[in-house]
């Protein structure tokens, strides 16, 4: 049996794949969300602030990320 792991945070990379942006629009696009959440530069954003900041359900962007 082979355990699968999900990761809970989310990178420039992941939001490139899921909004078509460049990587470094979705890096500012990323900063932008941690600063809403008030969170630190060494803070980790998760799949669920993500999806909660852009309206769109996480069973349309997991898909995306894990692939």
Known sequence: MKLQFKRI????KDIQRI???S???S???LKTIKLSYEKQDNELLTI???CQYTG??????EP???G
């Open 23 to 25: 990587y470094r629009q």
């Open 56 to 61: 769109l359900k996480s069973e349309q962007v």
């Open 48 to 50: 669920d602030e993500f």
């Open 19 to 21: 909004t078509g942006k």
């Open 27 to 29: 890096a500012r696009m």
């Open 64 to 66: 995306l990320i894990f």
């Open 9 to 12: 945070c989310i990178y420039p």
